[in-house]
């Protein structure tokens, strides 16, 4: 497609309950990243993929955050075991190549809301 | 370690008026990079202007410029001839280029813009 897809827009979970949030990069993109976006505030990094490697996962809040990206493409961020305060916006980007100042579009997110 | 700060939550503009948005930075590196994004209500993060931090000419793109004082370790963005289709939240971002892929928002500032 022509712009970052991000899928499902809207997710409500109960507390407990698992999450797959998919982000599908502009075609031909190496680096793709998530983000975290609270109510009324900026984002914030959670991770980044070079093609399938996942080179920093510094942001990942805790161990019930996961990333893939197995065939340097599509990628999946899950939520184990989902919280209230995981309740977020959840933004995918993606950039042209590896260099850090490439530029990153971003897919219109996934709001999560957890009950 | 990277920082960024917008101290305006909110900026009202009249239509065709001239608007700047605050934006000051901290970073210990030399070589870096600083964003701005644009995010209506619709929640998609719009890429609007890049500066690096060894660039001697200040950016622009349009309407948009960015005024960019290194020795202050400041960013604004000046939006000329304001529409009513600016009205939204504006980030500005930066990226350290000496390791890692993280990218760092402000809190934001919203920009409302009055016919």
């Not at chain 1, 984002?43 to 510094?58: I, R, W």
């Not at chain 1, 075991?81 to 590896?98: F, I, N, P």
């Not at chain 2, 609007?48 to 960019?68: K, M, P, V």
Request: proline share 3%.
């Amino acid at each position: 497609g022509a712009g970052v897809s991000q899928s499902p827009r809207y997710k409500v979970a109960k507390r407990g309950q698992d999450v797959a949030l998919r982000c599908d990069p502009i075609s031909g993109h190496v680096s793709l990243f998530w983000y975290q976006q609270a109510l009324g505030q900026g984002p914030e990094f959670l991770t980044y993929f070079q093609n399938e490697a996942q080179l920093d996962k510094s942001g990942l809040p805790s161990d019930r955050f996961f990333a893939e990206r197995p065939e340097g493409s599509v990628s999946t961020l899950k939520i184990q075991r989902t919280q209230q305060e995981d309740s977020a916006v959840y933004l995918c980007a993606s950039s042209l190549g590896g260099v850090a100042k490439n530029i990153q579009y971003f897919g219109a997110g996934t709001r999560l809301s957890v009950l | 370690a990277q920082k960024i700060t917008q101290t305006q939550p909110g900026m009202f503009v009249q239509e065709k008026e001239a608007v700047t948005l605050d934006c000051t930075y901290d970073t210990s590196d030399q070589s870096y990079g600083l964003f701005w994004y644009k995010q209506p209500s619709s929640g998609e993060m719009i890429f609007l202007i890049y500066q690096g931090s060894y660039d001697e000419q200040n950016a622009t793109e349009g309407r948009y410029s960015l005024n960019f004082q290194k020795a202050r370790k400041s960013a604004n963005l000046v939006i000329s001839a304001s529409q009513l289709g600016d009205s939204a939240m504006y980030f500005c971002a930066m990226r350290e280029y000496s390791g890692g892929f993280k990218t760092i928002f402000g809190a934001g500032t919203r920009l409302f813009v009055k016919a």
